[in-house]
């Protein structure tokens, strides 16, 4: 009982190290970074709401596909298809990976391990 001031003054330090993120920015969080469109925009494989959201999943779904299945070829909705590949197909528009793939991961502290196989731009990894 002795030790209660030293108690309550670390539990008072405690949260206040708990809480520094939440108040120190007052809510706001960061501005997303902006898409790099292609200037040519192409029909992308599926619509720009399901590839800003789902992307990764795609991907994930076309190399199972690819390597597992060896089928190259993707069916979007509407009909139309596609070669399963993120260097012939995606990069094709998206030529820009710091541009546009980097960007948004960075942004997201996500680490794909996509470029761990596929090389960038013109060839170097």
């Known amino acids: 009982m002795y030790d209660s001031g030293k108690i309550i003054a670390g539990l008072v330090i405690f949260i206040i190290l708990i809480t520094f993120p939440f108040w120190y920015n007052h809510g706001k969080a960061s501005i997303a970074p902006d898409r790099v469109l292609p200037k040519d925009q192409k029909e992308c494989v599926e619509e720009i709401s399901y590839m800003t959201s789902s992307h990764m999943q795609l991907l994930n779904d076309w190399?199972?596909?690819?390597?597992?299945?060896?089928?190259?070829?993707?069916?979007?909705?509407?009909?139309?298809?596609?070669?399963?590949?993120?260097?012939?197909?995606?990069?094709?528009c998206h030529s820009s990976k710091a541009d546009f793939c980097d960007k948004c991961h960075n942004y997201l502290a996500v680490v794909p391990y996509c470029w761990e196989c596929h090389l960038t731009e013109k060839g170097n990894p």
């Open 63 to 92: 190399r199972t596909s690819v390597v597992r299945d060896t089928n190259r070829i993707y069916k979007n909705k509407k009909g139309k298809t596609f070669s399963m590949s993120l260097t012939n197909t995606c990069l094709d």
